[in-house]
């Protein structure tokens, strides 16, 4: 099946540092999706990004379906930004299972 | 629209014991999903749904059943319960298997 893996899985940085995180995966894919799930476990979805480039405030995602990855960019960071950002995807193909990385756990300290 | 629903919270259970786990969603969304997650881990697919009455295994299907009788609600089966079944479960749902997934609150289950 489709590898999912995202980088760096650790990240410390100090409020108001920006950020990328990246996932790359091993085949084409339909859908790919960006979640930040909160140190209360809940999962907040951030980009439906299949292709293209989006932005939501400070954080915006960028596909590059041809070279297989996508990069979130996380600006002037928060403590609120604080957790673990998934990346997902579904890989062309049919079998609508979606694949999740391992998370990229970020800690912003005040 | 509520959005997608689980019920319970949390949940203690003794081994052997068995429960369901339930979701329901109210987006009219046609197919839907349970994850578990480990501590420290990511989300591995328990079983999914593409509509009402059609279920099919993930990637960890053993020890757990499923059932789709409506479009709205996917409930969650755990007969026998065991200590390796620790876990937090999501339920998510979405249009189509290429559409926007979206989460649950989550049920935080413990197997003593």
């Known amino acids: 099946g489709i590898q999912v893996e995202q980088s760096p899985p650790d990240l410390i940085l100090q409020e108001g540092a920006n950020s990328t995180l990246r996932c790359n995966f091993s085949d084409s894919v339909n859908n790919l999706q960006w979640f930040h799930q909160n140190p209360w476990g809940q999962l907040i979805n951030l980009f439906y990004i299949p292709s293209g480039t989006k932005q939501n405030g400070r954080l915006s995602a960028t596909t590059v379906a041809t070279e297989r990855y996508s990069l979130l960019y996380i600006s002037s960071s928060q403590t609120t930004d604080s957790g673990v950002y998934f990346c997902?995807?579904?890989?062309?193909?049919?079998?609508?299972?979606?694949?999740f990385g391992r998370g990229t756990s970020l800690i912003v300290h005040p | 629209n509520a959005g997608v629903t689980q019920t319970p919270k949390f949940r203690i259970l003794k081994i052997g014991q068995s429960m369901t786990l339930q979701c329901a969603q109210d987006m009219n969304h046609n197919y839907m999903y349970w994850y578990r997650q480990d501590p420290g881990m990511g989300l591995k697919l328990i079983y999914y749904s593409v509509g009402a009455g059609i279920t099919d295994k993930g990637e960890v299907p053993n020890g757990y059943n499923v059932s789709r009788s409506t479009t709205e609600d996917f409930p969650l089966r755990l007969e026998l319960a065991a200590p390796s079944q620790t876990s937090v479960y999501f339920c998510?749902?979405?249009?189509?298997?290429?559409?926007?997934?979206?989460f649950g609150p989550g049920t935080r289950l413990t197997v003593l």
């Open positions: 997902a995807v579904v890989a062309s193909g049919g079998s609508y299972i979606p694949t």
């Open positions: 998510a749902s979405s249009y189509s298997g290429y559409n926007e997934q979206f």
